[in-house]
């Protein structure tokens, strides 16, 4: 993996306030929805099992009493990471790309050294996305893709550039015509996020070849 690649990814913050799991469903037009993306349903069971998986392995981790103070609001995260994933998917569509499954293999084992391991590397995820180690791989994906989208559109590291990459999932984004359960707050387009207060940052940002890099801000 190339230093001038340019690295295209998902970070959120780890301060965030404790919250339980999700109990209830649905909203009146969706019920037992969590979203609707593109008419596809995002089902609150679906978010639910996600949110389990990454609180099991916050609890595994040495550091559990740690993580399961700061990362309360995960259930707004790891939906803003479904819907934004069919985003890309539908950027990607847009454009011709796809992520091979070498390219997949690839970045993985870049993640894995830059990061000192497999264990390292779950823990890291772990502590700054949110990721549970059954959900690296959707990390991953959505790394190579969002990576070939920005070779394919020419962006560069610049002002101009990441205005650019915006532009393009803002209108992927509207066409996609995302409804949201109103418990979770409602889609911006324009940030390509979840809006209401979600503590994430934006979601198309450039970061380092690092998986768990947060810069600042963020």
Known sequence: MHRRDRRIAL????????????????????????????????????LQAQVKDVRAAQAA?????Q????????????????IF??????????????ATRAELQQTREAFVRQSGGE????????????????????????????????????????????????????????SLDIDVNPRFGAWDDAQVQLDGGYDGGPWLRQVSQDPGAAQAGA
């Open 119 to 174: 264990d390292q590397l779950a823990a890291v995820l772990l502590q700054e996305q949110g990721v549970a180690p059954d959900q690296i791989d959707d990390v991953v994906r959505r790394n190579v893709l969002m990576n070939k989208i920005a070779t394919k559109l020419g962006i560069t590291e610049t002002p101009e550039g990441q205005k650019k990459l915006t532009d393009v999932f803002t209108a992927a984004s509207r």
């Open 85 to 98: 994933d069919r985003v890309v998917n539908k950027v990607a569509a847009d454009n011709g790309v796809t």
């Open 11 to 46: 970070s959120v913050s780890a301060a965030l306030l404790a919250a339980p799991l999700l109990t209830a469903c649905g909203s009146d037009a969706h019920p037992g929805a969590a979203a609707v993306v593109g008419g596809e349903r995002i089902e609150v069971s679906t």
């Open 61 to 65: 981790s040495p550091q559990a009493a």
């Open 67 to 82: 993580l399961l103070g700061t990362s309360g609001d995960l259930n707004r995260r790891k939906l803003n990471g479904l």
